[in-house]
């Protein structure tokens, strides 16, 4: 056996974070609002960044069609994670400590909001996509206090859904922590309160229904109105003080319950096509103050003072370029979703269309994680309310004509409305429903008919016959 030395070279490529590089992936999941805060953060630091009038670049109205907005189809924030190619590298530096922890995981509010703690509770104990967009828009519709205060018929004609099936996921809803949380009144919200402490009488409820006599102090007149003695009466004024007239404000110090549109999206006045614009009210508007950076390098005489100036200016110039990419990758991501999801703003939610992340990215020739990124804590305003841009993307089932697939939700409404018509003395069985499906252009399995059908909590034909017959 021989030992020696040998010297050989390899050839590899290997991804390098930049700096500028991380912070144009933050940008790029940032809100209107967040970008504003940090944008106000650079320009401190930044003496060559400044307040703009207006924004460049931007203005739809140039364009007959949405659809034809100039979009850039580089994906420069760096999802194929390419830093050679990324224009992002070209900046030489950025106004900060090179050292600086630039992970956007960082910059994370800790603290729960009272949207996060509802979502994540209710998305857990509900699995239909449908219910999930309808106790969504909900929870969005909160007042910072915890109420809703929407009509619930408003909010059926917004969506396109029977009343009866918001007041279902409301009632879902109202089945979260904190207890009182979608309560459409102070009554409603002591009510659920008292009855998860199983303390909701009939004296209480009583009481409850004529909460408003309390507010006017003569308690004489409450007792005769509820026909409550008076030592009763004061037991349960007791009990109500030991309750959250105001559920919802647990959370009120972290996050207004607000919904501000980082989009906005108008049919044309035509009737074909739809115009889709940032809101310019909430983007920040910031230019490069090109003869300050003209001023000062003239004045520098140091080596130090003149790669500080020039190092500023590159920063200056990467945030401004960087937060055009961003405005461009949204808006592109938008237009496409509007695009396959024009059956929901036109005609509700039963017309929601089967989407995923990939359907957009393919679409738009991005990648999956950046519509993930720009698809999340943004909203957009449109005809029908304004929803989160992630509620548009839902599961799907095939299509029996070779057509466009159906959305799992569409199938489980489908078959809710066969079996709430099915006749009384002769229920559909679970084949029935597949052939009946079918006949519609759905193909389903028996399996998944019966899967939603006890996802829906409906009983099988036999069981329904059985309780009809009762």
Not at 247 to 260: D, K, V
Not at 274 to 292: A, S
Not at 460 to 468: A, F, H, N, P, V
Request: charged share 30%; glycine share 4%.
């Amino acid at each position: 056996m021989s030992l020696f030395q040998q010297l050989d070279l390899k050839q590899s490529t290997s991804l390098v974070m930049t700096p500028q590089l991380r912070l144009a992936i933050k940008l790029l999941q940032l809100s209107n609002q967040e970008l504003s805060t940090l944008v106000a953060q650079e320009m401190e630091l930044n003496p060559f960044l400044s307040e703009a009038d207006s924004i460049d670049g931007l203005d739809a109205e140039k364009h007959e069609d949405a659809q034809d907005l100039d979009f850039s189809t580089d994906d420069s924030f760096g999802d194929d994670l390419d830093a050679t190619d990324s224009w992002a590298d070209q900046a030489t530096s950025v106004a900060r400590d090179p050292d600086e922890d630039f992970s956007f995981e960082s910059t994370l509010t800790i603290e729960a909001t009272l949207r996060d703690h509802l979502l994540e509770q209710f998305n857990a104990d509900v699995s239909d996509p449908r219910k999930r967009l309808i106790g969504a828009f909900l929870i969005d519709s909160l007042t910072p206090a915890g109420y809703l205060e929407e009509p619930l018929e408003t909010i059926a004609q917004t969506l396109g859904a029977s009343e009866l099936e918001i007041e279902k996921v409301l009632y879902r809803l109202q089945k979260c922590d904190p207890v009182g949380v979608g309560a459409r009144n102070l009554s409603e919200c002591l009510k659920l309160q008292l009855a998860q402490m199983d303390e909701l009488t009939e004296d209480v409820e009583r009481l409850l229904d004529h909460i408003e006599l309390l507010g006017k102090g003569d308690l004489k007149q409450v007792c005769k109105e509820c026909s409550l003695q008076i030592e009763v009466l004061q037991e349960i004024l007791v009990l109500i003080k030991t309750l959250n007239p105001k559920p919802g404000a647990l959370f009120e110090n972290t996050q207004a319950q607000t919904r501000i549109p980082d989009i906005i999206v108008r049919r044309f006045p035509s009737g074909k096509g739809w115009r889709v614009d940032l809101n310019t009210e909430t983007l920040p508007k910031v230019l490069v103050d090109r003869p300050y950076y003209a001023t000062l390098k003239n004045q520098a005489g140091k080596k130090q003072e003149k790669q500080y100036i020039t190092q500023q200016l590159n920063a200056a110039n990467w945030l401004v370029k960087a937060m055009d990419q961003r405005a461009q990758t949204i808006l592109k991501v938008a237009t496409e979703l509007v695009t396959q999801q024009e059956g929901f703003f036109l005609h509700g939610i039963e017309h929601l269309k089967p989407l995923i992340l990939r359907d957009i990215a393919e679409a738009t020739e991005l990648h999956e994680s950046t519509i993930s990124r720009v698809t999340t804590n943004k909203y957009m305003a449109t005809p029908r309310g304004i929803f989160e841009l992630k509620y548009f993307f839902t599961t799907s089932l095939g299509s029996t004509d070779g057509g466009d697939a159906h959305s799992s939700e569409l199938v489980r409404h489908k078959i809710k409305s066969l079996i709430d018509e099915e006749p009384a003395k002769k229920p559909l069985s679970d084949d029935k429903l597949v052939k009946l499906l079918k006949e519609e252009g759905i193909e389903v399995a028996r399996r998944t008919i019966t899967k939603y059908r006890e996802a829906m909590k409906i009983p099988s034909s036999y069981e329904r016959k059985r309780l009809k017959s009762l």
